[in-house]
């Protein structure tokens, strides 16, 4: 089974950053996609569609940190789905993506805060608390690469 998100879209808003009572970090923002296509008229049209991030822990750090209202992001998790109460006491259902990874893809020369920080992406470490085997085999890619180019040499493609 599979659930795994990849977006490319501009932030909303600046993340908004909680620090729960057990000391975890939590953020939230919101991100545009936008996707064109002509319509019957052959004239082209844009559709915007919303999603909400949601990143933890280190990566929460990282985000207040770095990212802007209107950058430019690449964004990695999985989809999921909460429900909870209002302060009315109605349920509520909402879908976010939960993000192991994001990378900057704004230039760093056109940011408002002129942040240095040349966009390399983040997959936070063991440490963190958080479930990635994504960053694990990131990591090992390189040699694995290498490992299974010998093996392979007699293949024909």
Known sequence: MVNRVILIGNLGRDPEVRRLENGAMVAKFPIATN??????????????EWHDIVVWRTLAERAENTLKKG???????????????????????????VASYFRILTPAGSRRDGSGDGGGGYFPSANDEMSNSDADSSSNATSDVTNDAAADDDLPF
């Open 35 to 48: 996707e064109n296509y002509k319509d019957r008229n052959g004239e082209w049209q844009q559709q915007t």
């Open 71 to 97: 950058m430019a992001v690449y964004i990695e998790g999985k989809l999921t789905h909460r429900t909870w109460q209002d302060q009315d006491g109605n349920n509520r259902k909402t879908t976010e993506v």
